[in-house]
Nanobody, 125 residues
């Protein structure tokens, strides 16, 4: 079992940057592929944002964030990050950190076994 806790959300203007963090506790963090998802206001379901393998060697991004967001992890600190640049109003959502019991995780939500409580990101002028 692993517990996940997100932080770093907030309210920013379009074009700004934010860095989300997700701290993990419990089992060995390096055993888990990690991902970020988001759920926009008034939308059903969580949308894939980015994922990273256990070692950090492979990453994958949703088309909507490719080139603007960067996922990374520090296994020594049991933390995964999401650097968000050039934020747009359509990035407004609750962002969730997720962990999967596998080296390789991807876009499907079923790849993930553990979830944080989420952190709100609001982008508006």
């Amino acid at each position: 079992q692993v517990q996940l806790a997100e932080s770093g959300g907030g309210s920013v203007q379009p074009g700004s940057s934010l860095k989300l963090s997700c701290s993990a506790s419990g089992r060995t963090f390096a055993d888990y592929g990690m991902g970020w998802f988001r759920q926009a206001p008034a939308k059903e379901g969580r949308e894939f944002v980015a994922c990273i393998t256990c070692s950090g060697a492979h990453t994958e991004y949703a088309d909507a964030v490719k080139g603007r967001f960067i996922i990374s992890r520090d296994n020594a600190e049991n933390t995964v990050y999401l650097q968000m640049n050039s934020l747009k109003p359509e990035d407004t959502a609750v962002y969730y950190c997720a962990g999967g019991n596998s080296t390789f995780v991807g876009r499907p939500i079923v790849d993930y076994d553990y979830w944080g409580q989420g952190t709100q990101v609001t982008v508006s002028s």
